[in-house]
C-alpha cells in the first residue's frame, strides 16, 4: 500500500466517524432533554470537547 491510498483510506474513515459522532451526539441530547438536572451529560460534553481540541491543535 502506498501513501496516497492510506492518507485517502484513513481520511474517509475519520470522515465517517464524524458523521456517526453527531449521531451519537443528537441521542445524547435526547437523553439530555429528560434528565436536564444530570451533569453527567455535561461532564460527557465536556470530555469530548477537550478530545476534539487536543485533535484539532495537533492537525494545525
Not at 451526539?25 to 439530555?32: A, G, M, R
Amino acid at each position: 500500500m502506498d501513501t496516497s491510498t492510506k492518507y485517502y483510506e484513513l481520511k474517509t474513515k475519520i470522515e465517517k466517524d464524524l458523521t456517526i459522532l453527531n449521531q451519537k451526539l443528537e441521542k445524547h441530547q435526547n437523553s439530555f432533554e429528560k434528565n436536564k438536572s444530570n451533569w453527567g451529560y455535561v461532564g460527557d460534553l465536556e470530555y469530548i470537547s477537550k478530545k476534539i481540541s487536543e485533535i484539532t491543535s495537533f492537525i494545525s
